[in-house]
Nanobody, 126 residues
């Protein structure tokens, strides 16, 4: 049974940083891509970033490029999203999602992903 658990959300001032974690379990090996998504109140869920299993290739939405960094620690079955220079418009519930794939994944379309975590709240406010 695949399970994804996000952690690391919270309240931070504009310009601050947070690191989100996505702990994955239930996969027999590290053959899954992970995507990070967010959903603000009244808005659709949007893709933020993803990382492939095959070569660790990464992809970012333009809105977070240069501020967010995604990485993975296969030994810990965990993917991280380091978020720097946070803005009020980054406020949302952040979700991680997984897709089993051995090929490079560069899509942050939510429909592509099969497994989802429960989300963690990130609030950027002074």
């Amino acid at each position: 049974q695949v399970q994804l658990v996000e952690s690391g959300g919270g309240l931070v001032q504009p310009g601050g940083s947070l690191r989100l974690s996505c702990a994955a379990s239930g996969f027999t090996k590290n053959d899954y891509a992970i995507g990070w998504f967010r959903q603000a109140p009244g808005k659709e869920r949007e893709g933020v970033s993803c990382i492939s299993s095959s070569d660790g290739r990464t992809y970012y939405a333009n809105s977070v490029k240069g501020r967010f960094t995604i990485s993975r620690d296969n030994a810990k079955n965990t993917v991280y999203l380091q978020m720097n220079s946070l803005k009020p418009e980054d406020t949302a519930v952040y979700y991680c999602a997984a897709k089993q794939s051995l090929v490079v994944v560069t899509t942050i379309d939510p429909a592509f992903y099969d497994y989802w975590g429960q989300g963690t709240q990130v609030t950027v406010s002074s």
